[in-house]
């Protein structure tokens, strides 16, 4: 640990914090107010959807009575936002098993294969990989409409579990796998899918699981494919629908919020560490 | 002799280049449905007229988005929001980064929050931000209070500043961890001897820390790139397909040309944005094998 001179600690210390509660506070905010009452956070917040009111809304972070009324609306009296819940989870479950089916085997190829051309196919997922979703958006769409999978759930499914990322990331997760221990199992005679399922997942364990969460928090947020590629909103996974809910019944939006918030959240908690390595792989040569 | 041993490993080398191969399949194939023949079919677009592309007309609809005011909007727009978003979004990355690997207090919460903003969903941010910026929102409610004028946060050019701020506030976190995996690699006793030699804080900076941070700077300034893109699904579900001018992006540009069925002005620009990223990471990997060597 190195230190800083001493008359430099306090605005340190000062900015450290004010970062960590420009991060926390919305959190908070949000949470707190998923146990307000609809008529408590209408009264409160209510200016900001009229659109014509002429007074400010101010910081209301402690709800002036606890209350799960929200929380009843939308888990019980609302059942269209469970199913909701339920199908996204669904399709970013799917998305997350297809996309570390691809990555893993993709990125043994390139970790501990060689074959032609390996180095230019290499920077050719690269170059995919860092384009943005919008430019990749035509091209899926063509190729969907082909398929004649518009419309339908696997177009949300296949080209996210397709996209090149999770190889990229695979890739440099495995190389850090020592070739001894897969050597070790060729000699005892291990197929090519034992290697991959007993040999390297295992060792790299924390690589796969990160890949795991990154590709689940994505796909959890994922905005623009449904928006190109339903036609029918009422299919819309909860990333979008949400956005309708903040207009159409505001006073709800916290604790739809919430539900939308929670398993990436609790994944967030359980997983930290595995989330900090996996960025950190994809920053490694 | 030598013959023997080349032909027993060739098979061996063969073999190994086929389970290669056929492991990569599944991206290969992926890669080459969904992006790459696509892609090429989006060229030809390009440089065609009509439904379907019946007609050649050479670059003569580059042109036409080029020269329309929708487009140059737009590209103006990401330009700046890339030439002010990224160097802030590195600076703080790599103050907080720096800061973090002091023992002060407030360093092991940051460290603990730091990816929470990533995490988020976009939904439930964007109900924050209209509480906190909207025109009746908790900022002017502030700036009132203050005596100040109340602006539009959310609909003038003051939007800009919103979606840089949310940019960084969102992906700051990635940068931070990456400099700090980083910042961890840099051997401790490289700054023993070089107290032993009297140089200072500064110095120690300057000669140590940002030549070996380099790498780690790199991919960080890549990811940030990435991410920039991203914002348009904040930009999107504040502001609609038509926002405030000043948050007109690319994204917009190409979503609406693409909401039009315009694929002729649609391939263009996405080719335009393609070969822009294209050129600005090769030459990022280009400079950054030069500094290397």
Redesign the interface.
Known sequence: ?????AMF?IP??V???A??L???L??C??LLGSLMSPGEIEHY?G???E?T???????HLLPDRLSLESWYQVLLRRPDYLIKFWNSLLLCTAIVLGQL???C??G???A?????H?QV?YY??I?????????????????LDWLGLLDRWACLV??V????FG?FLMTQVFKSVPDELLDAARLDGAS?GQQ?VRIMIPAAQSGVVSLALLAF?DA??M??QP??FLQDASRYP???F??S??SENFPL??AC??L??LP??L??LFF?KE??QG??F??L? | MKRAIQEKIQPA?RR????????????????G???????C??LRYSLTFGIGGSRFVGLRNYREVLESPAFRLAAANTIRFLAIGLPLIMALGL??AL?????????G??R?????????????????V??LF?????L??IL?QWGLF?RQWLNGPESFWVLVGLYV?KNC??NV??LL??LNMIPEEL?QTAELDGAG?WAKFRFITLPLLI??LF??F??S??NS??V??EA??LGGEYPAQSIYL??HF??NN?RNLN?QR??VA?II??SV??LL?GLLLWAQRKTEA
């Open positions: 640990m190195r230190r800083i001179p600690c340190a210390a900015i450290l914090v970062a960590a420009a991060i926390l919305p959190v905010f949000t917040f200016p900001v959807y659109g009111a002429e007074e400010t809304v101010r910081l089916t691809v990555s085997m993709g043994f190829a390139f501990k294969y060689s074959f032609p390996k196919l050719i997922l170059i995919l990989m860092l384009m943005p979703v919008q430019v990749t958006l035509v091209p899926n769409y063509i190729v296949l080209p579990a397709l996209a090149p190889t090519t991959l928090i959890w947020n905005v623009e928006v190109t909860l990333s979008v949400l956005a809910v903040n939006s916290f919020g919430v939308a918030l990436v959240l994944l967030f930290q989330l900090v960025i950190e994809s920053g040569k | 080398a190994q280049a086929q389970t290669g191969l056929i492991l990569a399949a599944p991206v290969f194939l992926g890669s449905i969904f992006f790459l023949i696509p892609f079919l989006m103050l907080l800061l973090l690997r002091q023992k002060l207090p407030g360093a919460l940051l603990r929050v730091l990816l929470l903003p990533m995490v988020l969903p976009v939904a439930s941010i964007v109900m924050l209209q509480i909207a025109g009746p929102g908790i002017n409610g009132e109340p506030w976190g990635y961890v990456l995996a980083g700054y804080p790498p780690s991919f960080g890549i990811f790139i990435v893109f991203k348009y699904r999107f579900l690319l994204q190409l979503n693409f694929y649609l391939s996405a944005l393609f990223i294209f990471v």
